[in-house]
């Protein structure tokens, strides 16, 4: 399987082999689904949290009398269906995280960029280089390789010229090669590499 190497100017500059272990395997959109839902459950903060009846103050006192008032029973103001009651089943703070397996999150990895290159939204940059921090600069670059939508841009290593060229384009996130995961790659309309991140990600996940 080969793809088009383009330079930030959109230039065609030649060609490159993408590794049939890892952009060339049938994508798993079971395993895809499984990792994507532990990525969001691990984001969760968990710290969400409501009392319950008994942790609400007041509502020591019977409201009436059991009997001969003609109106239901009741024992507290702070029952749950009072206003000011205690919350049924309150969410208290929990942590939602849980593992999945290294095969597992290896597969959905590979489904990922199969998938992203079966469907040709795969960009491959001889080298994202940015000489100043200007987000004019890079946006320039994003068009002229006719990436004008939501797009992940994988750099090989920790880039700060890049990072802060990009951070304020709506829809453009980028990451290094070896942070890559499958929910920012299925988020993302076009998957813009780098050269040298391409042929990390091969040397890492091959």
Request: charged share 25%.
């Amino acid at each position: 399987m080969k793809t088009n190497v383009y330079d930030m100017t959109g230039k065609q500059v030649g060609e490159v082999e993408l590794s049939e272990a890892i952009f060339g395997i049938e994508p798993n959109v079971s395993v895809m689904h499984d990792v994507v839902k532990n990525h969001l459950a691990n984001c969760r903060q968990g710290t969400q949290s409501a009392l319950t009846r008994a942790e609400v103050s007041g509502g020591g006192k019977k409201p009436w009398r059991q009997k001969g008032s003609g109106r239901a029973r009741q024992g507290s103001t702070r029952a749950p269906q009072w206003t000011h009651g205690g919350i049924v089943f309150a969410p208290k703070p929990r942590d939602y995280s849980y593992r999945l397996n290294k095969k597992v999150r290896r597969l959905a990895l590979k489904s990922a960029l199969s998938a992203k290159a079966q469907a040709d939204e795969i960009v491959v940059i001889d080298e994202i280089k940015m000489e100043e921090i200007k987000t004019k600069t890079f946006k320039a670059f994003l068009d002229a390789v006719k990436v004008d939508r939501k797009a992940l841009v994988v750099t090989a290593e920790a880039n700060e010229l890049v990072v802060k060229s990009a951070r304020n384009i709506a829809g453009v996130k980028t990451t290094f090669a070896n942070l890559i995961n499958v929910y920012d790659i299925l988020n993302a309309n076009k998957l813009v590499l780098d050269r040298a991140a391409l042929a990390k990600i091969e040397e890492v996940f091959a």
